[in-house]
Structure formats: structure tokens, C-alpha cells
């Protein structure tokens, strides 16, 4: 499972991954941004995620590649400390409602009312 074609749509706000099976994925920025693998995000164990708010308009201004197998994604709100490896991106991808709708349930019960700018 690795990508063949990394793109950045930035008037979407968009990460486009085709994977060398032929899967495809289109990402808004706000999802990668909440879904960080950083420990900002997910913290240092189960239980000590950190609900991401106000990421709504969060923009990527730079892919960099990490080895051959991740890209660390850079985002206009000074966060860069997430690796996004190949299996990362391909989870996320595959899991992308359910993640997402889990993401809007807990925004939801912490009384965020999020900007509808656009769906993951």
C-alpha cells in the first residue's frame, strides 16, 4: 500500500492519494488536521485524545516527504508534528465516514457548533 499520486488541491482544501492498488481517497484538510497521528491529538495513550476545534478553515501549506513511508503535512495554524504514514492515510481513508461522524458526535456533545464549510 503505497501512493502513486500525493495531490494538493488547495482551492478544494483537499489532499487527493491514489494508492498502487488503484484505491483513491480524497481528504479535506479539516479531517487530516483533526486526525493527526501527533500526540497533540491523540496524546500518549488510549484515552488521552484532545478534541480538535475551530479547524474549520485550516489549510496545508506543504507536504514533505519522510523516508519512504509518511509525509509529515504542514498546517497554516503551526501545527507539523503529525507523520502520516502510508497505512495511516490508507485507514483514515477507508474509515472516513465513520470517522468523521465520530469526530461531529464529539464536537456535538462538547457544544462546539462547528462552521459548515465543507464535509470531510
Known amino acids: 500500500m503505497t ?3 500525493i495531490k494538493l488541491r488547495k482551492a478544494s482544501r483537499r489532499l487527493a492519494v491514489t494508492f498502487d492498488d488503484g484505491a483513491r481517497f ?3 484538510f479539516e479531517y487530516l488536521r483533526v486526525h493527526s497521528p501527533s500526540a497533540e491529538v491523540k496524546g500518549h495513550g488510549p484515552g488521552q485524545e ?3 476545534t475551530g ?3 485550516v489549510l496545508i501549506t506543504a507536504i514533505e516527504p519522510v ?3 509518511a509525509v509529515r503535512l504542514v498546517f497554516d495554524d ?3 508534528t503529525g507523520l502520516f504514514t502510508w497505512a495511516y492515510l490508507r485507514e483514515l481513508g477507508e474509515n472516513m465516514d465513520d470517522n468523521w461522524q465520530s469526530y461531529l458526535d464529539r464536537l456535538d456533545a462538547a457544544g462546539y457548533a462547528r462552521s459548515k464549510s465543507q464535509d470531510h
Request: hydrophobic share 5%; no cysteine.
Open 3 to 5: 501512493p502513486t499520486e
Open 26 to 28: 480524497e481528504y479535506s
Open 50 to 52: 484532545r478534541l480538535q
Open 55 to 57: 479547524k474549520e478553515h
Open 67 to 69: 523516508g519512504h513511508y
Open 78 to 80: 503551526g501545527h507539523n
